[in-house]
């Protein structure tokens, strides 16, 4: 009874662990610490990783507040994250570049697991969809377009950075709660472990080297095959089970356990009994029953004595009717076995081990699992002879843990929207491209005026213009009063009645060869054309916005040009692709 006590002593400073490590996230929000941290977050170094000398000084002049470093190619970048990499704060990295290009970077900073901790903002001229999604496959945070904005570059680049220095906070504060927590756990299942090894007079390693073995082959069978679907955090529990599975030999008398010679017949039968009662002890727990490490170890207690062919114990099992946790922790503790020594045996060589294992003399084994077996021997090896177990819960996979558990919190909901908000822009522009029609913006915050790159190039004007009332190209474009007539009724809009819509005609003649622009607004798409004059009719949408706060404050407006008459039919091209029926 006592020791079924001290598991359940075990199981409830498991979940009571996680009860802990949230309430100390609790406090770090409460003490205030969170916000002195936030001041915190803007200090550090910006990787500016461009071949143009002139790009790499404009960005460093817009970021003149933090400390810049330079790599005109990808290989110098990666020279540098090599040596500093636990400095960089942020990476601007150009797309195109000699000797290795931004992609490859990515590729390498993913194989390096520096892409969770730094973010990359992509710099590009490039429009290509399947460039960017593939960009955003590989980790990068945000893009940024040429020509550089410098209030864009400036609060794209600060937002990024605090963002991902409290993500580092909080994966960090959680690894070190979590890693203090499950060490207190482990020490828990090391000392009914202990107890189990004492009375079986069995070596005080068994049970590590059972738990480090399994953790070998697991980690090999997941990176040979999907078939199993096991996670780092399936891993890590049937690690953790895998320190029970002789927990029924406490109730085995010892003149059976510790006998010294053969048993007989009668007192193997007795033997054997050990999985099944362990298993009954798992199941009379009177609570946890449903906890994912209950239940592995429920099936490795019960069956890791199975075998491949079905001539196991307690069930019979064949194939994989035994649980994949029961298989591989039956793998290791038979290797473990061999080779150490017994009150009745020797201890086996490694490598007569191997093939004694190989050659079916112990039972068999899953084909996989064998597979498995001899590809990591010598890591298997290296254990049994140095006596230095892996640690399954090292600094870099708590940390990785830690950064699937905040996965889903709001911290990487900014990474999503961003990623949102991209493809809603790929779609806009799509849009733009099949209908004709072209959109812009303008913030009272900025006093920036920002057109689509469709609507860019139909007018022949920059896609982003600074305070546009005393803009000399739009006035001279335009004309100054049909500028003016636009500002006056976009605003005459309220908040109650927030869309101004009329129709804007082009006039486009030809004198001396040259194209000669003017232009109509009205409330009419009916309007009389100049002679010789070609006449471009579209309809001018704009939406105000508002805060919503009381008063409401007009914060600035969007607006999308539509060519009037417009038809679907028109979307239907020469390649047969019917873009009517996509939309």
């Known amino acids: 009874m006592c020791v079924n006590a001290l598991f359940v002593y075990i199981l409830f400073c498991k979940t009571y662990s996680y009860f802990l490590i949230n309430l100390n996230l609790l406090n770090f929000f409460r003490k205030g610490e969170y916000a002195a941290f936030t001041q915190k977050c803007l200090m550090g170094k910006i990787l500016i990783v461009d ?4 790009n790499r000084e404009i960005l460093a002049d817009m970021l003149e507040e933090y400390e810049i470093l330079e790599a005109e190619n990808g290989k110098e970048a990666i020279a540098m994250l090599n040596e500093q990499a636990n400095d960089i704060s942020l990476i601007l990295l150009d797309m195109i570049m000699p000797e290795m290009d931004g992609l490859e970077v990515l590729e390498i900073m993913s194989k390096n697991s520096w892409i969770d901790d730094i973010p990359v903002i ?12 593939t960009a955003y496959e590989l980790g990068v945070t945000e893009f940024i377009r040429r020509p550089f904005d410098s209030l864009v570059v400036q609060k794209r680049c600060h ?6 220095s409290k993500q580092k906070k909080l994966v960090d504060l959680f690894a070190d709660q979590f890693y203090e927590r499950e060490k207190n756990s482990r020490m828990m299942i090391d000392i009914l472990a202990h107890i189990v090894e004492f009375r079986n007079n069995e070596c005080g390693l068994h049970v590590k080297n059972v738990q480090n073995y399994t953790e070998i082959l697991l980690k090999a069978l997941s990176r040979i095959t999907d078939k199993y679907q096991l996670s780092e955090a399936d891993i890590s529990l049937i690690c953790n089970a895998a320190a029970l599975h002789d927990i029924g030999k406490i109730s085995i008398p010892d003149e059976i356990l510790n006998k010294p010679g053969r048993l007989t017949n009668e007192e193997y039968q007795i033997m054997k009994n050990h999985s099944a009662a362990g298993a009954r002890m798992l ?3 009177p609570f946890h029953e449903e906890e994912p490490i209950v239940k592995y170890s429920y099936a490795i207690a019960r069956w890791h004595h199975e075998r491949w062919d079905g001539r196991g114990y307690p069930d019979g099992l064949k194939g994989d009717e035994i649980p994949i946790a029961a298989q591989v922790v039956s793998l290791a503790d038979v290797y473990d076995a061999l080779t150490a020594d017994r009150v009745y045996k020797k201890a086996y060589t490694h490598e007569k081990s191997m093939e004694m294992i190989l050659n079916g003399e112990c039972g068999t084994f899953n084909p996989l699992l064998l597979q498995c077996l001899e590809e990591t021997q010598e890591e298997m090896r290296a254990v049994k002879e140095k006596g230095s177990g892996l640690n399954t819960n090292d600094e870099h996979e708590i940390k990785a843990f830690a950064r699937e558990l905040l996965k889903n919190d709001a911290l990487y909901s900014s990474d999503r929207l961003l990623r949102k908000l991209e493809y809603e822009r790929l779609k806009n522009r799509f849009f733009e491209k099949v209908t004709g ?3 812009f913006e303008y913030s009272v915050s900025t006093r920036m005026l920002s057109f689509s790159e469709n609507s860019a190039a139909v007018l022949g004007l920059p896609e982003t213009i600074m305070d546009p009332h005393s803009d000399w190209r739009l006035a001279k474009f335009f004309g100054k009063d049909k500028l003016d007539a636009i500002i006056s009724r976009i605003r005459g809009a309220s908040v109650d009645d927030p869309v101004v819509m009329f129709y804007f005609h082009q006039f486009v003649t030809t004198e001396d060869g040259k194209e000669i622009n003017s232009f109509l607004l009205s409330d009419s798409p009916e309007t009389e054309i100049p002679e010789n004059a070609k006449c471009f009719t579209y309809k001018l949408i704009c939406l105000t916005t508002w805060t919503a706060k009381e008063p409401p404050s007009y914060t600035g407006v969007i607006g999308k040009l539509v060519p009037y ?3 679907y039919g028109m979307l239907k091209g020469v390649d047969g692709i019917d873009f009517k029926g996509i939309l």
């Not at 071949?51 to 002139?54: L, N, R, T, Y």
């Not at 992509?122 to 999604?133: C, F, G, K, R």
């Not at 937002?159 to 991902?164: E, R, S």
């Open 437 to 439: 029609s072209c959109s």
């Open 122 to 133: 992509m710099i590009s001229s490039e429009d290509s969809p399947v460039l960017t999604h």
């Open 283 to 285: 199941s009379d727990l």
């Open 159 to 164: 937002n990024i950075i605090a963002l991902y």
């Open 51 to 54: 071949d143009s000398q002139m």
């Open 565 to 567: 008459g417009y038809a």
